[in-house]
C-alpha cells in the first residue's frame, strides 16, 4: 500500500496558482511591450509626415484652431442661453411658488380649525390642493417648524415622500430666520439620472397648530432638455464645420501647393541633366505666371548649358587636335634639334648653348602635348583605369629610388617611413607613380634642400602617402588655389625641374579617379604637406583617412609589433587638428 504526502498535495494548487499568475504576468508585460513598440513607430511616423508634408501642417494647424476657436464659441453660447433659461425659469418658479403660498396662507387663515384632527385635514387638503393645480410641480412638503408656539402636533403631510432629501437643513434655517420666501436649485433623484430642480420654501402659520414651512419642489427637466437640444444642435453645427473646414484647407492647400510640388519635381528632374522638362501651366492666375516664368527660367538655362556644354566639347577637341596635329612637327623639330645637339661639339659656344636649350624646350613641350592630352581625357570622361590589387609600399620605394638622385642634386634627403604589413589597395600603378613622382618632384623643387619624409599608413578602408617638406611653404588662399591647372603663387618664379604646371591637376584627377583624394596644407616657412588617400576596394568609403595632415615634423617611430589578424586591428589615427586649413583636391602654389 502506497502513501501521499498531505503536505504536497496542499501545496499543489499554491504552485499551480503562482505558475498561472506569472504566466498571465509575462504575457500582459509582452502585450504591453507591443504597445509601445507600435505606439513609438506610429508616433515616428506621424513626426515624419508632419515634417515632410506642408500640406498636413497647414490643414491640421488650420483644424486645430478652427476646433478650438468653435469650441470656444460653442461654449460661450451654452453658458449664456444656459443662465438664460436658469433666470426665466427661476423668476417664474419664485413668482409662481410666492403665489401659491399665499393662496395656501389665505386658505389657512380663512378656515374654522378648533381640533387637531381638523387641522390636519385642512393641511391635507391645501398639500393635495397645491400639488394638482400646478403643472412642473415635483412635490409639495409641509414641514413643521422647530420648537412651535402651539402645542397641537399634526402629521406633516408630503406628495413625495422621496423628496425629504432634497430639503436641505441650510434652506430650513434661512427661512426661518428670514420669515421669507427661499430658493435653493438641487438636483432630483428621479429614475437613474438626476434631473435638475428648485425648492421654494416659505413659511406659513396653521391653525391651532402653529409655525409650519411650505415647500414646493419644482423640475427643470424642460429646461435642461432644451438646453441639451441646444448643445447638440450645436456640436453637430461644430463638427460639421470643422469637416468643412478641413476639406476647404485640404481643397485649398492643394491649389496652391501641387504646382510647388511639381515645380520641386521639374527642377530635380532638370538637375538630373533633363533639361526638357516643363511645368504644366493651367489658367492665368498668379500660379500660371509662376509656372510660366518656371519654364522661361529653365528654357534659358538649357540654351545655355547647351552652349556652354557645346563651346567645352569645342574647347577639348580643340586641345586634343592641336596636341595630336602638334605631334608631327615636333617630331620633325626634335630630329632636326637631335642632329644639331649631337654635333654641338663642333659650334662655337654660343650655337652649342643654343643647341641645349633647343634640346631642353623641345623636352618640357613633349611633356607639355602629353600633359594636355592626358587633360583632354579627363575633361571628355575618356580616362579609364587598369585596376589591379597592389601593396602600396612597393609603389612608394620604386618612385622614391627614382627620384633620389633628382633630391641629391639639390641638397634634400628622402626619408621614408612604412608599416610592416602589407598595405594593399586596388589601384592603377602608372596613376598612383605619376601622382607621387609629381609630389616629390614638387617638394623636391620646393623644398630648399632641406629633408622631404614620406609616410605610408592604412586601416580597414583606406591607405594612405604622406609627402612632407619643410621649404619655403604657401598660404591657405595657396592652398586653395594648389591644383589648379597654369597656376602659381609666384609668376616670376620659374620651374627648375621642368614642369609644365599640370601635374599637380592631373595628380588629382587621377586620385578622384580611384575615389579617393589630394589634400594639401602649408604655411609660409614651415613647408607643406601634401597628402594621397585611396579607398582599399573601389567603391568603398574612406571615412578618416588613415594619416594627419599636421604642421608637424614627421617622425619616424619605432617598429612595433602588428597583430597577424590584419588591417582591421589596426587603430585609427588622429585628424587634423581643428583650425589648420586643409584642401581636398586642386595645384602646385609655388
Known amino acids: 500500500m502506497t502513501g501521499s504526502d498531505p503536505t504536497a498535495a ?32 506610429y ?49 417664474q418658479v419664485l413668482a409662481d411658488a410666492a403665489s401659491r403660498a399665499e393662496v395656501a396662507q389665505e386658505q389657512f387663515d380663512s378656515a374654522t380649525v378648533s381640533t387637531a384632527q381638523d387641522a390636519q385635514q385642512l393641511a391635507n387638503t391645501a398639500v393635495g390642493t397645491l400639488q394638482q393645480s400646478a403643472v412642473g410641480i415635483e412635490g409639495v412638503l409641509l414641514l413643521r417648524s422647530p420648537d412651535p408656539d402651539s402645542p397641537v402636533l399634526i402629521f406633516a403631510p408630503v406628495t413625495d ?88 484647407t485640404w481643397y485649398l492647400t492643394r491649389q496652391v501647393l501641387d504646382p510647388v510640388r511639381q515645380a520641386a519635381r521639374t527642377a530635380e528632374r532638370l538637375a538630373d541633366g533633363r533639361l526638357t522638362e516643363r511645368m504644366e501651366i493651367r489658367g492665368h492666375d498668379e500660379l500660371a505666371r509662376l509656372g510660366m516664368s518656371f519654364n522661361e527660367m529653365a528654357a534659358s538655362l538649357q540654351d545655355q548649358i547647351e552652349r556652354l556644354a557645346h563651346l567645352s566639347r569645342m574647347q577639348q577637341r580643340f586641345v586634343s587636335d592641336v596636341s595630336h596635329e602638334l605631334r608631327t612637327p615636333l617630331s620633325t623639330v626634335r630630329m632636326a634639334a637631335e642632329v644639331l645637339y649631337l654635333a654641338r661639339a663642333d659650334f662655337p659656344p654660343t650655337q652649342a648653348r643654343s643647341a641645349e636649350l633647343l634640346q631642353n624646350q623641345l623636352d618640357r613641350f613633349e611633356s607639355l602635348l602629353v600633359d594636355l592630352l592626358e587633360i ?68 623636391i623643387e620646393h623644398g630648399e634642400g632641406r629633408p622631404i619624409e614620406v609616410r605610408v599608413a592604412m586601416h580597414e578602408t583606406a591607405v594612405s602617402v604622406l609627402v612632407r617638406d619643410h621649404g619655403i611653404g604657401m598660404t591657405a588662399p595657396e592652398a586653395a588655389r594648389v591644383f589648379d591647372r597654369f597656376w602659381r603663387a609666384d609668376p616670376a618664379r620659374a620651374r627648375t625641374l621642368g614642369g609644365t604646371g599640370l601635374g599637380l591637376a592631373i595628380a588629382l584627377e587621377d586620385a578622384r579617379l580611384h575615389g579617393g583624394g589630394l589634400d594639401a596644407w602649408g604655411s609660409p616657412g614651415e613647408g607643406a604637406a601634401f597628402r594621397l588617400t585611396l579607398p582599399r576596394r573601389a567603391g568603398m568609403e574612406i571615412g578618416r583617412p588613415p594619416l594627419e595632415l599636421h604642421p608637424v615634423r614627421i617622425e619616424r617611430e619605432p617598429t612595433h609589433e602588428h597583430d597577424p589578424a590584419g588591417p582591421a586591428e589596426l587603430p585609427e ?18
Open 10 to 41: 496542499a501545496d499543489a494548487p499554491d504552485r499551480a496558482g503562482h505558475a498561472t499568475a506569472a504566466g498571465s504576468a509575462r504575457r500582459t508585460n509582452r502585450w504591453w511591450r507591443l504597445v509601445r513598440r507600435r505606439a513609438r513607430v
Open 43 to 91: 508616433a515616428r511616423f506621424g513626426m515624419r509626415a508632419w515634417r515632410r508634408s506642408l500640406r498636413l501642417r497647414v490643414a491640421l494647424s488650420t483644424v486645430v484652431v478652427g476646433t478650438l476657436a468653435l469650441a470656444l464659441l460653442a461654449a460661450l453660447l451654452s453658458d449664456q442661453v444656459r443662465d438664460g433659461l436658469f433666470e426665466e425659469r427661476r423668476d
Open 161 to 248: 415622500d422621496s423628496l425629504r432629501p432634497a430639503i436641505s437643513e441650510e434652506l430650513r434655517e434661512q427661512v426661518r430666520e428670514e420669515q421669507f420666501q427661499q430658493w435653493q436649485s438641487v438636483d432630483l433623484a428621479t429614475g437613474d439620472d438626476p434631473e435638475p430642480g428648485m425648492v421654494v420654501g416659505s413659511p406659513v402659520t396653521i391653525p391651532v397648530a402653529g409655525a409650519y414651512e411650505l415647500y414646493i419642489v419644482y423640475s427643470l427637466a424642460p429646461e435642461q432638455a432644451n438646453l441639451e437640444l441646444l448643445q447638440g444642435v450645436l456640436a453637430v453645427g461644430a463638427i460639421s464645420l470643422v469637416v468643412l473646414l478641413l476639406v476647404m
Open 376 to 443: 583632354s581625357r579627363f575633361d571628355a570622361g575618356a580616362a579609364v583605369l587598369d585596376v589591379e590589387q597592389l601593396d602600396l609600399r612597393g609603389v612608394v620605394e620604386r618612385v622614391v629610388e627614382i627620384t633620389e638622385p633628382i633630391a641629391a642634386e639639390r641638397g634634400s634627403s628622402l626619408s621614408v617611413d612604412v608599416p610592416d604589413q602589407p598595405c594593399t589597395a586596388d589601384m592603377d600603378a602608372r596613376r598612383v607613380e605619376r601622382v607621387l613622382r609629381n609630389l616629390l618632384v614638387n617638394a
Open 573 to 590: 589615427l588622429g585628424t587634423p587638428a581643428g583650425g589648420i586649413p586643409t584642401v581636398t583636391g586642386e595645384e602646385d602654389p609655388r
